[in-house]
Nanobody, 124 residues
């Protein structure tokens, strides 16, 4: 059982940077693949980034490649999303997700646990 809590969402200017954190409460965090998703007003939730259990493989949606970086610290039970060169269209509620998935592939078939989300607003 994992409980996830996101931190770090705030209002930032276009071109700015922000780092989101997601803290997990369970004892087996290092066996979980982790992901970040986002949902903008009036839109469906979309995949942003994923990282495998060991942190050796990542995947990103095309719109954030080269700007966002997902990473994890298994000793701290935390996954991060570093967001640079932010755009207005990055405005959304950002969610982290976890799946018990101890494979090299960073994207599991489904995610089992979700956080409550944190609001990121990019203003011009």
């Amino acid at each position: 059982q994992e409980t996830l809590q996101e931190f770090g969402g705030e209002v930032v200017q276009v071109g700015g940077s922000l780092r989101l954190s997601c803290a997990a409460s369970g004892r087996t965090f290092s066996s979980y693949a982790m992901g970040w998703f986002r949902q903008a007003p009036g839109k469906e939730r979309e995949f942003v980034a994923a990282i495998n259990w060991s942190g050796t493989a990542t995947e990103y949606t095309d719109s954030v490649k080269g700007r966002f970086t997902i990473s994890r610290d298994n000793a701290k039970n935390t996954v991060y999303l570093q967001m640079n060169s932010l755009k207005v269209e990055d405005t959304a509620v950002y969610y982290c997700a976890a799946a018990y998935f101890r494979y090299n592939n960073p994207v599991p078939p489904r995610y089992d646990y979700w956080g409550q989300g944190t609001q990121v607003t990019v203003s011009s």
